[in-house]
């Protein structure tokens, strides 16, 4: 496939989004005074903005790319869990896998920000798994989705939506139905994710996920470390994330290990939601290994020139991947 019909055939792809959706609150504001209450700014609100966290970015991320992004999470009845769903329904996206629950708060992250500094972050979370009832709830969503989409990601930030067993299923029905799965661990699941399509941790996640360490920068321990992961996970294939040297890429009986493309880095946070997006969309399309890593390096290393937490530019990548890739 040459790249025009890569970024065509993304047009045509479902993505299912399973994991931890979450809110993200920005309030922006001036700090005039301390407070006579105890010594701490007193901030000033003038404007506040919500935006989609966790795999929210994901899901807009797949959606830059083309395709059609659903998502299957559960979140709560409660006041962030409407401004939630309203902000996937303002933006498009499939909410036909989203569960209400009432007996689980919505995640949601505020970050009080004042001038251009960061004051303090207040997160309203819980991390317990979801319930049993909730649990099968997701599966049978997910088992009714499936069959209608090209790929799965896995998106686990560890709050508690995905859990062994549902992960497990999901994947033996995913599996049953060949529909690839890609995954975006985090550390409470890390060992669960057996017979996965694509396995995608980071550095610092490979090392404590197996709990090994070794040099980076010798390739034959790299390939020897993602073996071991590969071996223990009984995986197709693994994508690491390698910060500033780049990808490495054992898939489909290939390795390879591909440089970072040098970049003003102005900000490096979303650059794995976009790795996974679209890493998940290139697994869907049957690419080879070495152009799945290629164009999702390009695209983590893009977004990194961005400032906040921004989808990728479909154009901007497809021209930079007629030139690079």
Known sequence: MTIDQVFEAFDTLRVLVIGDVMLDSYVWGKVERISPEAPVPVVNVQK???????AGNVL??????GAEAIICSVIGTDGPGDLLENSLKEKGLNCEGLIRS???????????????????????????PVS???????????KELIPSCQVIIFEDYDKGVLTPESIAEITAFANANNVPTVVDPKKRNFLAYNHVTLFKPNLKELREGLKVDFNVDNLDELKATVQHLKDTLQVNGALITLS???????????????????????????AGDTV?????????????????????????GLVCEMVGVVPIDKDLLKSEAKRLV
């Open 48 to 54: 506040r903005e919500y935006r989609l966290g966790g």
């Open 60 to 65: 807009l991320n797949v959606q830059s790319l």
């Open 102 to 128: 009432d007996d689980r708060i919505t995640t949601i992250k505020e970050r009080i920000i004042a001038g251009s500094q960061q004051v303090v972050r207040i997160d309203t979370e819980t991390d317990k």
């Open 132 to 142: 049993k009832s909730e649990t099968e709830k997701l599966i049978a969503k997910a």
């Open 244 to 270: 500033e040297r780049g990808v490495f890429i054992d898939f489909n009986n290939e390795t390879h290990k591909l440089p970072a493309h040098i970049r003003q880095i102005a900000d490096v946070s979303g």
């Open 276 to 300: 996974i997006s679209i890493a998940a969309c290139c697994v869907a399309l049957g690419l080879p290994a070495k152009s799945v890593a290629a164009i999702s390096n390009l695209g983590g």
